[in-house]
Every structure is written in C-alpha cells, then in structure tokens.
C-alpha cells in the first residue's frame, strides 16, 4: 500500500502530544477564568455581566477557525485524493459543530441580561443558527453514507459550499444593521481586559488543535478498516489497527 | 463498519479527477452564492430594523405593519416606567426620532443615550406602540476610571424586573 494512511499505521503511537496539548489548553482556560472572573474590574455599564465576553469571543474565533480548517481539508481532499484529509475533515466539522453550539448558547447567556431577550432572529445570529445546522447537516450526511468514497466526496463538497457563511457570519454585523453588536477591535475595550482575553482564545485554541488531533486519529482507525482490502485467509480488519498485532 | 468496502486504491484515478471537478464547481457555487449576497441587491432586502428617518419616509407602510425600530434613547426623554406604568421614550437617530410607549419592562441595560430596538407598530396617533423592548450593546467595554464604581446596587434592582 503506498497510502500515507496505511504507511503511517504502525508509526502512530500514542498521541502524546495531543493530550499535552489538551493538558495545557485546560490549565491555560482555567488561569484566562480566573483572571477573568476575579482580577479584571467589573464592566462600566454591564457590572458583572459582561465577564461571559472573555469566554464568548475566544470561542466565536475559535468555531470560525474550526470550521476554515474544514474548509481546507476539503479542498485537500479534492484536490490530493489523501484519506488523511477526510479524517481531519470529519474531526474539524465537530469540533467546528460543538463550538458554535456552545456559541449560541453562551450569546444566549449574555442576550437575556443585557438586551433583553434569550434570542431574536437578527442577522448575526440568523447566519450562526444556518451555520451550525448546515454543519450538523454535514455530520448526519456522514453518518448515513457507508461508502467512504461517495462519504468523503459528498461531505467535501458540502463543506466547500456550506463554508460561504462563515464570511457572512462574520461580516453580518458590518453589512447590515443588527442587534448584535459589531467586532470590537483593541481600542474599543480597556487594557484591562486584554489579557484574559487573549489567554482564553490560546487556551481553546490549543484545546481545539489537541482534540482535533485525537479525532483525527479516531477517524483514520475506522477509515483504515473500511478501507482495508479481504485478507485472504483469517485477516481481519482489525490487524490495520495501530499496536496490535505485535 | 468493520466489513472491508474497498479492494482497490483508495481513490482511483477517475474518482481523483471527478473529485477536482466537484471541487471547482463547488467553489464556484459557494462563489456565486456570496456574490449573490454581498455585491447583488439580495442583501438590501434584508432588513432587521428601520431608522426613526426610514420610519419618517414610510409612515403610512408602518401604520399597523408589525416592525422594528432602532435608534438610540434620546436624552431626557425617559418618561414613567415604574411601577408598571407605561414607559416612554424617545427614539432618535439624530436625524428623526420617533416617540415610543412601551407596556414591558425594560431591561437592565436600559438608560438614555443606549441603542434598542423596538418590536411593534406605529399607530395613527403618531407614535410608535412597543410590543417588545430589546437594548443593543456596543462593541465597547470599559473598565471603570479610578475611584468609580458601577452602580451595583442598582444593577441588581433593575435584574429583578427581568421575568
């Protein structure tokens, strides 16, 4: 087999790095959290209510960034015709999915103190609830398709399409009025909170490239044994599986 | 899951080129799409809530049609509002302002000189009945100045109104 996914069976040992990577994104989160909810000062207007900023916009880069990683290993997919990009593939539309979620959920949070409402059907959150269920959509198309060739090119080509409201999102608030206010840029927030911003925005990044590791090799386990040719004899699919058999 | 479904190469040849074609067809559906959206006129029909001048322009489409209108609370012009009796305001966008009676109670973050917008209809009278009061934040966030501290006291009572 002269398929990177095969060749690299037996080099996959643990994930180590993965898990450091997830190691340290928690300690990183805890110590943005920290700053964020007892050292940075309270909010002029907002008080107390405004510290969901520190977790909601780390996030919001973080889904958007996901979700252009996507983007990405669908082209590759396409275009290069490796396995390996579809198993990223599949692991950055989740980890793309599980972020927008809790997005809408923390901006839910935030909504119902400062303007009043859980939601309202605005631009901004009317094109993150299309993003989230185009994606999910992908991830249910994943599901029901068997063969992992019309899979792969299906959900690439979903992924291609589905992409063009990730620019939408993040324009929407600058295109059309809404309620939502619009990107905040290092001069329209104190000093103060720069900092538990920004370590909260590593912190779920270094998550997000730890889990879509780990996911990443979940996925290219079960593609090496949908992929693996009949051994003849008594083979199974599951000699393909990194470690055993040794 | 575990039953082989391949016996050849990965992706074959043919599937490989078919692949690029889809590749370049989605892309450019994805391009046409955001076309559609940004430079065509598409995306001027989207409109989540008018000006008090739209609203000035349109008067008689707004009479009875359920709309939203969005504006910043004009200084000084908070009337009532305790105790549940009617609130009222004024809406401006420095150019028109529109004058507003709300029967709810008003978020937290509702003061003068703040955005909302307003859910409702304008009636014949000549103001504007709010079904449905919803205050927008900026993108600022700042930390209060030396020796000054947010009304705490203040904020809690105004989150017991909240239902």
Not at chain 1, 29 to 50: D, I, R, T
Not at chain 2, 141 to 148: D, L
Request: glycine share 8%.
């Amino acid at each position: 087999m002269s398929d990177p996914l095969f060749d690299n069976a037996a080099s996959e040992g643990r994930p180590v790095v993965a898990w450091v990577l997830i190691g340290l994104g928690i300690a990183t989160l805890l110590f943005g959290s920290y700053v964020g909810l007892f050292v940075a000062p309270q909010e002029k207007f907002m008080g107390e209510v405004y510290r969901i900023l520190f977790v909601h916009v780390p996030t919001a880069w973080n889904a958007l960034l996901a979700l252009t990683f996507a983007f990405g290993c669908a082209l590759m997919f396409l275009f290069r015709g490796d396995w390996r990009w579809d198993a990223r593939l599949e692991a950055g539309i989740e980890i793309g999915v599980v972020l927008s979620f809790l997005l809408c959920c923390q901006g839910a949070i935030w909504a119902k103190p400062t303007w009043g409402v859980w939601w309202d059907w605005d631009p901004r959150l009317t094109t993150t609830a299309v993003l989230l269920a185009a994606f999910l959509g992908i991830l249910a198309l994943r599901r029901f398709v068997d063969d992992p060739v019309k899979r792969a090119t299906w959900s690439s080509v979903a992924t291609v399409i589905a992409y063009v409201d990730v620019p939408i999102v993040y324009f929407s608030v600058k295109w059309w009025n809404s309620l939502h206010q619009m990107q905040s840029t290092p001069n329209t927030v104190s000093s103060a909170f720069h900092l538990p911003l920004r370590v909260n925005a590593i912190g779920i990044l270094l998550l997000l490239i730890g889990v879509i590791t780990l996911r990443t090799r979940i996925a290219k386990m079960r593609l090496r044994e949908e992929l693996a040719p009949p051994e003849p004899a008594a083979g199974s699919a599951m000699e393909y599986a990194p470690g055993a058999g040794r | 899951m575990s039953e082989p479904v391949m016996n050849e190469a990965p992706v074959s040849r043919k599937n490989a080129s078919r692949n690029k074609w889809a590749a370049v067809g989605a892309l450019g559906v994805a391009l046409v799409a955001f076309l559609l959206i940004t430079v065509s006129g598409i995306g001027d029909n989207l409109v989540y809530y008018w000006t008090p001048s739209d609203l000035e322009a349109n008067r008689d489409k707004a009479v009875g049609a359920t709309i939203r209108l969005g504006g910043m609370v004009k200084p000084g012009s908070i009337v009532g509002g305790k105790n549940g009796s009617t609130l009222e305001f004024d809406v401006t966008d420095y150019k028109s302002t529109v004058h507003v009676k709300s029967n709810g109670v008003p978020p937290q973050m509702f003061r003068e000189e703040i955005g909302v917008v307003v859910e409702g209809t304008m009636t014949d009278a000549g103001h504007f009945e709010c079904n449905r009061l919803m205050v927008s934040h900026g993108n600022e966030y700042r930390a209060p100045k030396e020796g000054e501290h947010p009304d705490v006291k203040e904020l809690i009572q105004s989150t017991e109104g909240l239902e």
